[in-house]
């Protein structure tokens, strides 16, 4: 069974940064994509950013520019780093990886963005 470790999240004031981390348990490469999810309080979960095994990216319109999300093959590893934080970045992060037509998450990870 695929494992994805996250860590990463926390408090952090408007305009600040942070990055988060997915420790996949087996290889990046056995992925067709990995990436992030978030859910705000009362609100669906939605895509934030992926990574492709090919290393296409692609990211929502609303942290475009202000996220980016990279990978470390040889730590099995992604990263979301969010940069120019506001409010309404505030939810729980999941990250995802599909392997054989299968999504995984992980456990998530919460960021709160407020002064």
């Known amino acids: 069974q695929v494992q994805l470790v996250e860590s990463g999240g926390g408090l952090v004031q408007p305009g600040g940064s942070l990055r988060l981390s997915c420790a996949a348990s087996?290889?990046?490469?056995?992925?067709?994509?990995m990436g992030w999810y978030r859910q705000a309080p009362g609100k669906q979960r939605e895509l934030v950013a992926f990574?492709?095994?090919?290393?296409?990216?692609n990211y929502a319109d609303s942290v475009k520019g202000r996220f980016t999300i990279s990978r470390d093959n040889a730590k099995n590893t992604v990263y979301l780093q969010m940069n120019s934080l506001k409010p309404e970045d505030t939810a729980v992060y999941y990250c995802?990886?599909?392997?054989?037509?299968?999504?995984?998450w992980g456990q998530g990870t919460m960021v709160t963005v407020s002064s």
């Open positions: 995802n990886a599909n392997y054989l037509g299968v999504d995984a």
């Open positions: 087996i290889s990046f490469f056995m992925f067709s994509r």
């Open positions: 990574i492709s095994r090919s290393g296409n990216e």
